[in-house]
């Protein structure tokens, strides 16, 4: 790409907004960071990530979270420490990405490039639909899932970054998958994308 863009993507459970992205990052040519994410980081520091993936986009656990000399004991903090320092230090050689989750925005806020702001929603029949389709869900289970992993990931970004989880002020974008098909809704941002890039 001739200037470099980095998109960060929130999206609730069930509303194929990793999907979107990945064929997002497909119409641009460029990498999609999501669990993959921990691949890059033991390849690029030389450390065994095995023990931290399950730390992975969790709250901290209050009350027995710690700080000394800035440092927390807190393991859900140190990865996302981990995941930020990866991705500034790409970001820095001027590598183009798109983040999933992960309180993107946090990290990238002030690096001097286009960053752009996705979230990605969608209607609630559509999200229990997908749910009970992909992991065998009942109706009711895929409902219990679904408000279950949003709030943990409300938390999550909300404890980590600076702008409210699934806030309208804090995104660029805000789509709804099922709308015009996930394929389609990834065409769309990569026109947006593209129009963005072109006013930079």
Same mark, same amino acid.
């Given at each position: 790409?001739?200037?470099?863009?980095?998109? +960060? /993507?929130?999206?609730?459970?069930?509303?194929?907004?990793?999907?979107?992205?990945?064929?997002?990052?497909?119409?641009?040519?460029? +990498?999609?960071?999501?669990?993959?994410?921990?691949?890059?980081?033991?390849?690029?520091?030389?450390?065994?990530?095995?023990?931290?993936?399950?730390?992975?986009?969790?709250?901290?656990?209050?009350?027995?979270?710690?700080?000394?000399?800035?440092?927390?004991?807190?393991?859900?903090?140190?990865? /996302?420490?981990?995941?930020?320092?990866?991705?500034?230090?790409?970001?820095?050689?001027?590598?183009?990405?798109?983040?999933?989750?992960?309180?993107?925005?946090?990290?990238?806020?002030?690096?001097?490039?286009?960053?752009?702001?996705?979230?990605?929603?969608?209607?609630?029949?559509?999200?229990?639909?997908?749910?009970?389709?992909?992991?065998?869900?009942?109706?009711?289970?895929?409902?219990?899932?679904?408000?279950?992993?949003?709030?943990?990931?409300?938390?999550?970004?909300?404890?980590?970054?600076?702008?409210?989880?699934?806030?309208?002020?804090?995104?660029?974008?805000?789509?709804?998958?099922?709308?015009?098909?996930?394929?389609?809704?990834?065409?769309?941002?990569?026109?947006?994308?593209?129009?963005?890039?072109?006013?930079?």
């Amino acid at each position: 790409m001739d200037k470099q863009v980095i998109i +960060t /993507v929130g999206r609730e459970t069930g509303s194929g907004g990793y999907e979107i992205a990945k064929h997002l990052g497909e119409r641009l040519g460029i +990498t999609v960071y999501d669990k993959n994410i921990f691949e890059g980081i033991g390849e690029q520091f030389n450390i065994d990530t095995s023990a931290l993936e399950k730390f992975d986009e969790k709250p901290r656990k209050m009350g027995i979270t710690r700080k000394v000399n800035g440092y927390s004991n807190s393991p859900e903090e140190q990865v /996302v420490e981990l995941q930020r320092k990866f991705l500034r230090e790409k970001a820095e050689k001027g590598e183009s990405f798109i983040i999933m989750g992960r309180a993107g925005i946090k990290t990238l806020l002030d690096f001097p490039c286009l960053l752009i702001r996705i979230f990605v929603t969608a209607d609630e029949e559509f999200k229990i639909e997908r749910l009970c389709q992909q992991s065998g869900y009942s109706r009711l289970q895929a409902q219990r899932y679904m408000i279950w992993n949003d709030s943990k990931r409300k938390s999550y970004h909300n404890q980590f970054c600076h702008v409210k989880w699934g806030d309208p002020a804090s995104y660029d974008i805000i789509v709804k998958g099922n709308k015009m098909g996930l394929e389609a809704t990834a065409d769309m941002l990569a026109e947006y994308v593209r129009r963005r890039m072109e006013q930079a």
